[in-house]
T-cell receptor
Framework: EPEVTQTPSHQVTQMGQEVILRCVPI?????FYWYRQILGQKVEFLVS????????KSEIFDDQFSVERPDGSNFTLKIRSTKLEDSAMYFC??????????FGPGTRLLVL | GQQLNQSPQSMFIQEGEDVSMNCTSS?????WLWYKQDPGEGPVLLIA?????ELTSNGRLTAQFGITRKDSFLNISASIPSDVGIYFC??????????FGSGTKLNVKP
């Protein structure tokens, strides 16, 4: 069964460093999402992406964040200058047309 | 802003018991989703609902999309130990942005 994959599974970085989190959505899906989940808390929407454009973004998704679909398979989330409070699990999700979204396994980001 | 309330926060039940949890939102949704999350993993979709009043089952799980479009519930019948985990509801108006509930942590005693 096709699934969303994410790399790396874990990333440790120093405050102020840039990180790029990578996702490979399910191959025939057209809509892509990034979410984050701070430890012990609920899943929070960051951004949705369709047709090479951001569809919607949350208040969390400020100028430090950017997304890109650099080729036909990858979907990336970049955090330019990480802060301590960026430590969280980051989930990618994708969906096809009106069907629901499927989540990847997540990347655990720790900012020191 | 959008408020999504999920209850209960946690439940401790005996194996074999039925479970019910629900979510209410401050505004209408056009879709409700229910996910289960195990520690350290991504949410796994259980049931998706697309129409007000819709009642959908997936094995021992049943979920309903409320008539007002502002609420949904999930029932689990005859719980088993592997039902342990955190259950999240999620709702969306336009499929561009999904709001998640705060989760219901389910504990099942064998």
């Amino acid at each position: 069964e096709p699934e969303v994959t994410q790399t790396p599974s874990h990333q440790v970085t120093q405050m102020g460093q840039e990180v790029i989190l990578r996702c490979v959505p399910i191959s025939n899906h057209l809509y892509f999402y990034w979410y984050r989940q701070i430890l012990g808390q609920k899943v929070e929407f960051l951004v949705s992406f369709y047709n090479n454009e951001i569809s919607e973004k949350s208040e969390i998704f400020d100028d430090q964040f950017s997304v890109e679909r650099p080729d036909g398979s990858n979907f990336t989330l970049k955090i330019r200058s990480t802060k301590l409070e960026d430590s969280a699990m980051y989930f990618c999700a994708s969906r096809q047309s009106q069907e629901t979204q499927y989540f990847g396994p997540g990347t655990r980001l720790l900012v020191l | 802003g959008q408020q999504l309330n999920q209850s209960p926060q946690s439940m401790f039940i005996q194996e074999g018991e039925d479970v019910s949890m629900n979510c209410t939102s401050s505004s209408i949704f056009n879709t409700w989703l229910w996910y289960k999350q195990d520690p350290g993993e991504g949410p796994v979709l259980l049931i998706a609902l697309y129409k007000a009043g819709e009642l959908t089952s997936n094995g021992r799980l049943t979920a309903q999309f409320g008539i007002t479009r502002k609420d949904s519930f999930l029932n689990i019948s005859a719980s088993i130990p592997s039902d342990v985990g955190i259950y999240f509801c999620a709702g969306s108006y336009n499929f561009n942005k999904f709001y998640f509930g705060s989760g219901t942590k389910l504990n099942v005693k064998p």
